[in-house]
């Protein structure tokens, strides 16, 4: 069998617009409409949320509004790309579009794969700091704002963008429920994680983390 016919017609095929694309547009949407507000208010810096502020220091934004937009764009386009080649994986998870469940389930799968995405985002997001090459080679770029505002929260490598966007789709397949797939991205795309307690504890107290703090982890 050509190992092309796997991917034939795949742009006809109504699934592959409703599953992978419609998710990578629904992730984006989501991101951006929670950064532009805050990006805004970044950018007017009122002096009645000064003292919300964790860092005092100006926020880069004229430095890093357009590059952080370039990011966005490019990063999605090499998402949609490896979606494309993934796409004979995806139709095996057995993802579907066929009868919603009853709220109480949807209420408990949401909150289950939001908790898992986020634990999985954190050991992900640790050992990243941990290993050196990744560090200066991958999550440095994330790294190089010092002090972000909303636009900036996807300013990564494309390589750590497609990670994050697989722990969420590798989470929310197991339901086998297209709408979790579609209602989980906001988690992944708001760069606004929990930051749980007890995962926070050792994350900062990880030698990587200090490290980064003292001597910035920039290549």
Not at 158 to 187: F, I, K, M, P, Q
Request: proline share 4%.
């Amino acid at each position: 069998m050509d190992v092309f016919s796997y991917w034939q017609g795949f742009y006809n095929d109504p699934w592959f617009w409703q599953f992978p694309m419609a998710t990578l547009a629904i992730s984006t949407a989501a991101f951006l409409a929670v950064a532009i507000p805050w990006t805004i208010v970044a950018w007017r810096d009122p002096v009645s949320l000064r003292k919300y502020k964790i860092q005092q220091k100006p926020f880069e934004l004229k430095q890093f509004l357009l590059p952080s937009i370039g990011r966005i764009i490019i990063n999605n386009i090499i998402l949609a790309a490896l979606l494309v080649l993934a796409w004979p994986l995806l139709k095996l998870t057995g993802v579907h579009n066929g009868e919603m469940p009853v709220w109480y389930i949807i209420i408990a799968q949401l909150i289950f794969f939001v908790l898992l995405d986020d634990f999985l985002y954190y050991c992900m997001h640790r050992y990243m700091h941990e290993n050196k090459w990744l560090l200066r080679n991958i999550h440095s770029v994330h790294h190089r704002i010092r002090n972000t505002c909303g636009i900036n929260g996807n300013y990564m490598h494309w390589v750590e963008y497609s990670l994050t966007a697989s722990l969420t789709v590798s989470g929310s397949n197991h339901s086998r429920d297209a709408y979790l797939c579609g209602l989980d991205v906001g988690d992944f795309t708001s760069n606004r994680r929990s930051r749980w307690a007890y995962w926070l504890r050792y994350s900062l107290e990880s030698r990587a983390f200090i490290a980064c703090v003292r001597r910035p982890c920039l290549s």
